[in-house]
């Protein structure tokens, strides 16, 4: 069973900068993506930002400029580096990994962000 463990999140004042990391149970490779998800409240989730196992990254278009998603294969973990953060950024970040195809998607239980203005 794959696990995945966030964490990194906080209270941060708007323009400010957080790191999150999602460490994960198994080599990063064995993964086809793996990236972040954020809910903010009363909406849905909305996909952040992924990185393949090739390492090609892709960016929702608000973060892009701000965020960056990266990895470190030796401690099988990802990071995203938040930065200039806005008040629309709050919200439950997500970890997920999408394995082979046919296997299920894979969760972390999730890091509140919260940005004041």
């Known amino acids: 069973q794959v696990q995945l463990v966030e964490s990194g999140g906080g209270l941060v004042q708007a323009g400010g900068s957080l790191r999150l990391s999602c460490a994960a149970s198994?080599?990063?490779?064995?993964?086809?993506?793996i990236g972040w998800y954020r809910q903010a409240p009363g909406k849905q989730r909305e996909l952040v930002a992924t990185?393949?196992?090739?390492?090609?990254?892709n960016y929702v278009d608000s973060v892009k400029g701000r965020f960056t998603i990266s990895r470190d294969t030796a401690e099988n973990t990802v990071y995203l580096q938040m930065n200039r953060l806005k008040p629309e950024d709050t919200g439950v970040y997500y970890c997920?990994?999408?394995?082979?195809?046919?296997?299920?998607?894979?969760w972390g239980q999730g890091t509140q962000v919260t940005v004041s203005s």
């Open positions: 990185i393949s196992s090739g390492g090609l990254t």
């Open positions: 198994t080599s990063t490779f064995s993964f086809r993506a």
């Open positions: 997920f990994a999408d394995g082979r195809p046919g296997s299920p998607r894979y």
